[in-house]
């Protein structure tokens, strides 16, 4: 079984959005892009965001067009109000159908930017890099 990396989309790429839906991505970080790249080519790169499904034409096309690859790419439905750290672990956990333990030993690690969610994660035995745009 190939091993999955699990990066959130604000880990690579700075967003700026608000509670009104306006939602555009500024930059994103040359570096990840690069590691994602070549990792790519050995693992299944699964890019998630807490940004609503609305969104997803615009950031596949911002995916595509900035040569960021990915095998798939999670968002959250349109109408699911889920506190953002359940449902990172829920996008994680259910590409293993449900199995937490299958998805800590199946996923490679997690690229992240939110420091709760970040210590959830690794609290739960996940391997997690946090990236900050500071």
């Given amino acids: ?19 009104n839906g306006d939602f555009n991505i500024i930059n994103h970080d040359e570096t990840l892009k690069e590691i994602l790249g070549y990792l ?8 998630f965001s807490c940004v609503r499904e609305i969104h997803r034409l615009l950031i596949t096309d911002y995916l595509i067009e900035n040569d ?4 798939d790419l999670f968002l959250r439905r349109d109408n699911d109000y889920t506190k953002a ?3 990172r672990l ?5 590409e293993f159908k449900g199995d937490e333990e299958k998805a800590v030993d199946g996923t490679l690690f997690v690229c992240c930017n939110n ?5 959830d994660l ?8 946090q990236t900050d745009w500071g």
């Fill in 122 to 129: 690794r609290e739960r035995g996940f391997k997690v890099f």
């Fill in 40 to 47: 790519s080519d050995s693992y299944d790169v699964v890019v």
């Fill in 68 to 71: 960021i690859r990915c095998d």
């Fill in 1 to 19: 079984m190939v091993k999955k990396i699990f990066v959130e989309l604000e880990a690579i790429a700075k967003i700026n959005s608000d509670y």
């Fill in 85 to 87: 750290n359940e449902l």
């Fill in 115 to 119: 420091e709760r969610a970040v210590e």
């Fill in 90 to 94: 829920e996008f994680i956990v259910d």
